[in-house]
């Protein structure tokens, strides 16, 4: 079994400091870099984007609304030209910083409320999608199971990869519990890590009623910004290693 291991990082704004992106970087195997929208500023992504490359951590453009105050976490109404324009500036700035300091981007993962909305918009499924083909039709999608964005994708020649989220709350449907209601983030390393093994070996998470649900994900997400984030990075890791389960970036 092998499976990647993702998370938010690069989300600091000037004098700001979120998270702990050098620690989590010794323990993922992809990294989502915030490329200026929701959070981050272009030193911040080339201090990530170098210490990601120099860890021999694969770099995703995390494009999001353009929603500083919210971080990205409140949902936009947008023209889908706008939309797709707004995707194609993020993705070229990351990618364009990333090269400088010799990597590249190496696929495209949404970020908050956009990320929930195009799982079930197929119009702005297709904006977020339409940009990246515009420019590297070769860089995969990191989504949901059953999100829109696949056969929109498949139809667009654009590559996408499943993921399953090990500190969140999951709905009987499959989706992620609302930041709003309570236990939507979970914080216990225990049961971070728990959780993040069955979705890798048994396909399988237990929903907020009790249920369980399927989810084939090629990938698990951990969030940065949670806190405690590097303790559960780290059970996670260590989980996956017990199990028997292979950490590996799927770029």
């Not at 210490?51 to 936009?76: K, P």
Request: with cysteine; net charge negative; aromatic share 4%.
């Amino acid at each position: 079994m092998v499976i990647d291991l993702n998370a938010d990082l690069g989300e600091s704004f000037g004098i700001w400091r979120l998270g702990d992106d050098a620690a989590l970087l010794d323990v993922v195997t992809s990294a989502n870099v915030a490329c200026g929208f929701h959070a981050g500023d272009p030193v911040t992504i080339r201090r990530t984007c170098a210490a990601a490359i120099d860890r021999g951590v694969s770099i995703g453009a995390q494009v999001s609304y353009r929603d500083l105050a919210g971080f990205g976490r409140r949902e936009m109404e947008m023209d889908p030209e706008e939309l797709c324009a707004e995707v194609l500036y993020q993705i070229a700035a990351v990618d364009g910083i990333a090269r400088a300091m010799g990597g590249r981007v190496s696929y495209v993962k949404p970020h908050g409320a956009l990320y929930n909305r195009i799982c079930r918009d197929p119009e702005q499924a297709e904006a977020v999608v339409v940009a990246v083909a515009d420019y590297d039709r070769t860089l995969p999608v990191l989504t949901l199971p059953g999100s829109a964005v696949h056969d929109i994708a498949a139809r667009e020649g654009v590559a996408t990869v499943t993921e399953a989220f090990a500190d969140r709350a999951y709905t009987p449907a499959g989706t992620l519990v609302s930041r709003r209601s309570p236990g939507a983030v979970l914080h216990d390393p225990g049961t971070v890590a728990a959780r993040a093994v069955r979705m890798a070996t048994d396909q399988v998470v237990t929903a907020d009623d009790g249920s369980q649900v399927t989810v084939r994900a090629r990938s698990i997400c951990l969030h940065g910004d949670t806190p405690g984030a590097v303790r559960l990075a780290r059970a996670v890791r260590d989980g996956l290693a017990d199990a028997g389960v292979i950490v590996k970036a799927f770029t």
